[in-house]
Structures are given as structure tokens and as C-alpha cells.
């Protein structure tokens, strides 16, 4: 199990994706990178920054139900590969190039 205790937003977070990546469970404080990385309940528990009685009630819990956690390790194992990696990074800038060309991308990356 990893623990990713930030005190305030983190705007990215490598070791969330890496634990992920691993198979490792993880408990996080968000919002920022964890909550945007991590689907609570699913890949990992997200508590709010500086809730210290939120991080230690997560962390009992995952260790007392080994199933869980490792199921959660399954799971951000494969949203991190399926999210991720560089062929689904690839095939979003593929899709956007043709979007482009299309004439219909400059609008959806721009947000108009």
C-alpha cells in the first residue's frame, strides 16, 4: 500500500501513477494529481488534505481487507495502462491531429 498524504492541491503526481503502474493500492489526500489519477474506491481511497482521522480510518480499512486492496492494485494497474500509457497518450494526439484536419478539432481543443 502506498501513502500519498499532500497537504494542499499537488498539480501532478508521479508516484500515484507509479503505484498504480506497480499494482499498489494507495491512499491519497486530493484534489489535484491524486483525485485526478486515482478513481476513489475503485484504484485507491482519496481523504481531504490535512485530515489526519480521514487518512488513518483508510488505512485501517485497507488493512484490514487484503481482498480489497488487492483488487485495487488490479485496478490502478489497468486504468494507469489503459490511461497512460504512451500508446493511449499516442492515440489521443492521433485522434486530435484528425480532428484537426477535419476542420472540427481547432473548436474542441480550444474549448468553443
Known amino acids: 500500500m502506498a501513502v ?3 497537504g494542499g492541491a499537488e498539480e501532478c503526481s508521479p508516484v500515484t501513477a507509479e503505484a498504480q ?3 499498489i493500492a494507495e491512499v491519497a489526500s486530493g484534489p489535484g494529481g491524486p483525485s485526478e ?3 476513489d ?3 485507491g481511497i482519496i481523504v481531504q488534505p490535512r485530515d489526519a482521522d480521514a487518512l488513518a480510518e483508510a488505512l485501517i480499512a485497507l488493512a484490514n481487507d487484503r481482498p480489497r486492496l488487492r ?3 488490479i485496478a490502478g494497474s489497468r486504468h494507469v495502462r489503459a490511461k497512460f500509457s504512451r500508446e493511449a497518450y ?3 494526439v492521433l485522434a486530435g491531429i484528425m480532428l484537426v484536419e477535419a476542420g472540427t478539432g481547432a473548436e474542441a481543443i480550444q474549448g468553443t
Do not use: S
Open 71 to 73: 483488487a485495487m492494485g
Open 21 to 23: 503502474a506497480a499494482g
Open 41 to 43: 474506491g475503485e484504484t
Open 90 to 92: 499516442a492515440q489521443r
Open 4 to 6: 500519498v498524504p499532500a
Open 37 to 39: 489519477i486515482m478513481r
